[in-house]
Nanobody, 120 residues
Framework: EVQLEESGGDLVQPGASLRLSCAAS????????MSWVRQAPGKGLEWVSS????????GYADSVKGRFTISRDNAKSTLYLQMNSLKPEDTGVYYC?????????????RSQGTQVTVSS
């Protein structure tokens, strides 16, 4: 059974940084592209970033490009999202997902997510 468990969310002030983690199990993580998506209060799911198997190829939504960095540790079956220069509009529940997603394809998450709140 595929299991994804996100952690690292918190309440922070604008301009702060956070690192999210996603522990994966139930599938061969090193053979899977991975993604992060988020859902802001009252809004739909938004693709944030994706990373290929080797970790060298990544993609980002325009809204986070230059501020967020996706990475992975295949030995630990863990996906990360380093978030810098956080803005109030980054507030939402962040989910990791198996597979390469994009802004046109964001399936419903299958995990609990982690809450990120950016507020002064």
């Amino acid at each position: 059974e595929v299991q994804l468990e996100e952690s690292g969310g918190d309440l922070v002030q604008p301009g702060a940084s956070l690192r999210l983690s996603c522990a994966a199990s139930g599938f061969t993580f090193s053979n899977s592209g991975m993604s992060w998506v988020r859902q802001a209060p009252g809004k739909g799911l938004e693709w944030v970033s994706s990373i290929l198997i080797n970790g060298a190829n990544t993609g980002y939504a325009d809204s986070v490009k230059g501020r967020f960095t996706i990475s992975r540790d295949n030995a630990k079956s863990t996906l990360y999202l380093q978030m810098n220069s956080l803005k109030p509009e980054d507030t939402g529940v962040y989910y990791c997902a198996r597979g390469i997603l994009n802004k046109a394809y964001v399936p419903a998450p299958r995990s609990q997510g982690t809450q990120v709140t950016v507020s002064s």
